[in-house]
């Protein structure tokens, strides 16, 4: 589902503390009991949880590395003898999976920084500098988040046609340059900072750029590192607009070319998961690696792309 | 507050020094790129489909001769339209009590302070980072009718075989089963969050005055959880409205429409052959309509919402 311009006047909703990391990640040991079983009864609850939501992924994986005979066996083999590990480069080079990742990353990258250098920016603003029309224009930003996509599919797709840039990487970065979302998550945030600081660098003459760039930002990492995943996962996982707007398979996105190869591999069951595993994998890690700026990008706002 | 005059501009005449060092223009400024962006790909495109919806438009050809109201009126007879409301009405009914319910359930158990808690956690909230169409491979495999797991561990408790995405009555309901999976780990986090805000000092005065564990989360904590419900069930109803990456990719609204949702309806119309290329137009009446479909369910969520939720303050 894709959810990148629906409603977000959720600040409104959650209470409006700053979700720090969910707690309770690190360290914690169960007290002693001393009840009828040596362990917290919840176990029976989250274990089963826990299994059904990783077994399809689990899956996937054994799959990847089994036989195409073996794929096909009823009932599955859980756990094949042997792993097939060459599954991986033949998926790999069976299409061109490389320059799908080269143009989900350029266009991943290039949509993240400047939406951090143009959020960065309006938020600023929007925070700390009084001028004419800032309540009407914050207003109607922020009214632009209750715009659902497929209202605004078709006349986009005719502006970014305008533009000659249907079918080409252009496409894809130019009307996601700069999102709402972002802009409240940081001047909310901005909007916490000590303004003392700022004011003294101001007395000291420095410009405001200077002030927004050496003494915000630099203050502001936990937030614009939130702002950065969660765009990064909006962009990396996007499905409509690439598939509107691309149509040439060496423009590809990493999520139209798997489901490219899932059209022309539809039997190759141990390849296409192999395939599936590698479009998944980079997503993953960063997922684990920063769970918990996902944790509060979604926490503080409720996002999902 | 005021302005600072910054270096470069200190020798500039009097007005124009104003000018440049004004707030105004120092604000407009640094809000510009950003506002221009949106304008341009925000509020000029919904401006704009609105005068679409009125058009007999294609996205192939330039000429969009005026026709008034008359895609808004062809809806009402539209067998098709019908029936995607009709399919969006079925998942919207199973898809929002169904995920908020068993991530309610989780959020709760994953609040405790027990030992794997962080695997718990990171099992649940995993499917945040997996894209729909990964999802989809994932699931056609693990649902098929053949090989598939879900067939064979449902076979070894006596149920099935099941046709999943490819029968007629299942299609929806296995739509609904594989897009739970991928947003229990969104709607826990919201719940985790919103647990974990509930203040200690009222669970334990519950607790000294004597109340069952029982009784304080029915009065306490679950009251608490009102805002976080209320904005689970408006943003869970809005995306399940407008589900398509799913659908697209593996029912194709099929079997025989069953699983033919708006958007999925909106984007043939208008970006494929099927109509040939000729009812953008009517697409865009079409998405018009979901929009204050969408703007009026979540207005009356809100409204019915806050006669129940409580906020604390």
Redesign the interface.
């Known amino acids: ?3 990148k ?3 977000r006047a ?1 600040g409104a ?3 409006t ?1 700053r ?1 720090d990391d ?5 360290g ?3 007290k002693p009991r001393g009840r009828w079983l040596p ?2 009864p ?2 029976f ?3 089963p ?2 299994i059904i ?5 689990l ?2 994986v054994v ?1 990847s590395l089994e036989t195409l005979a073996q ?6 083999i859980l756990w094949p003898g042997s792993f097939q590990w060459s599954n991986y480069p033949r998926a790999w080079s069976s299409v061109p999976f490389g320059t799908w990742f080269l143009n989900t990353i350029i266009v991943t990258v290039a949509v993240v920084i400047s939406n951090l250098l ?2 960065s ?2 938020a ?3 925070a700390r ?6 309540t009407v ?1 914050y207003f ?2 922020l009214a ?1 988040l ?14 970014v ?1 305008q533009m000659h840039l249907i079918d080409t990487l252009g496409a894809l970065i130019v ?1 996601n ?4 979302f972002g ?1 409240f998550l940081l001047s909310q945030f901005f909007r916490t900072l000590p303004i003392e600081l700022e ?1 003294a660098a ?2 000291d ?1 420095a ?2 750029l200077k002030v927004l760039f050496r003494i915000v930002l630099p203050l502001s990492l936990p937030a614009l590192a939130t702002l950065a995943v969660i765009q990064f ?1 909006w962009t ?2 996007d ?2 607009w690439p ?2 707007t691309i149509f040439n398979d060496s423009h590809f996105t990493l ?1 139209l070319g ?2 490219n190869f ?1 059209g022309s591999h539809v039997n190759d ?1 141990n390849l ?2 192999a395939g ?1 595993v590698m ?2 994998l980079p ?2 890690i ?3 690696a920063a ?1 918990r700026y ?2 509060r990008g ?2 503080t706002q ?1 996002l ?1 792309g | ?1 005021a302005t ?1 005059a ?2 470069p501009h200190r020798g500039a005449p009097g007005f124009a020094r104003r000018a440049l060092t004004s ?9 510009l ?3 221009f ?2 304008a ?7 401006i ?2 609105f005068i ?1 919806s009125m058009q007999k438009a294609s ?1 192939l050809s330039p000429s969009r001769p005026f026709v008034g109201f008359d895609n808004y009126t062809h809806i009402a007879n539209d067998p098709l339209a019908r029936q995607a409301a009709v399919n969006a009405v079925y998942y919207t009914c199973l898809f929002v009590p169904i995920s908020i319910i068993i991530a309610l ?2 959020a709760i ?26 999802t989809g ?6 649902f098929d009718a ?4 879900a067939n ?1 561990a449902l076979g070894g408790v006596g149920l099935g075989p099941f046709g999943w995405f490819d029968s007629v009555s299942g299609a929806m309901p296995s739509l609904v089963i594989m ?1 739970v ?1 991928g ?4 709607d826990a ?2 719940y ?3 647990l ?2 509930v203040p200690h000092e009222l669970v334990e005065a519950a607790a000294v005055d004597g109340a069952s564990r029982w009784t304080i989360f029915r009065h306490v904590t679950l009251p608490l959880l009102g ?2 419900t ?3 069930v ?2 869970s109803t ?2 399940a409205v ?5 659908v ?2 593996i029912t194709r609204g099929g079997p025989l429409g069953r699983t033919s949702v ?2 999925y309806y ?2 043939r119309l ?2 494929t052959s099927s109509y040939g290329f000729s009812a ?1 137009g009517y ?2 009446a079409l ?2 309509v ?2 204050v479909v ?2 009026i369910l ?1 207005l009356v969520q809100f409204w019915l919402g806050n006669r129940v939720v409580h906020y ?1 303050s």
Not at chain 1, 22 to 26: A, D, H, N, P, Q
Not at chain 1, 177 to 180: D, F
Not at chain 2, 146 to 149: A, E, K, V
Not at chain 2, 183 to 186: E, N
């Open positions: 589902m894709s959810l311009h629906d409603v959720t909703i959650l209470p503390r979700t969910l707690r309770g990640e690190i914690m040991v169960e362990f917290s919840w176990h609850v989250l274990m949880a826990a939501m990783l077994v399809p992924l899956w996937v799959t794929t096909q066996h009823f009932p599955p143009f959020c920016l309006a600023y603003g929007f500098i009084r001028f004419f029309g800032k224009a109607f930003l632009t209750m715009i659902p996509i497929q209202v605004v599919l078709i006349p986009t797709f005719l502006i046609k009307p340059l700069a999102n709402v802009i004011e101001r007395i003459g410009s405001r996962l990396w996982n499905f409509l598939l509107v999520q798997l489901m899932q069951t296409l998961m599936n479009s998944m997503m993953l960063l997922f684990i769970q996902f944790v979604i926490a409720g999902k | 507050m600072v910054a270096g707030d105004h223009l120092a604000g407009w400024l640094f809000v790129p950003a506002v962006l949106v341009l790909f925000s509020i000029f495109p919904i704009w489909g679409l996205l359930f989780l158990a994953l609040n405790q302070k027990i030992r794997l808690i962080r695997f718990y956690r990171l099992a649940v909230f995993i499917p945040v980072a997996v894209s729909t169409i990964a491979v994932m699931f056609m495999w693990v053949n090989f598939g797991l064979w897009t999976w947003w229990l780990g969104f986090i919201i985790l969050a919103a974990q805000g805002p976080a209320l904005l689970l408006v943003w809005i995306s407008q589900l398509f990456d799913e697209f990719f708006p958007v909106i984007y208008a970006f953008a697409a865009a998405a018009y979901l929009f969408i703007l979540t604390s």
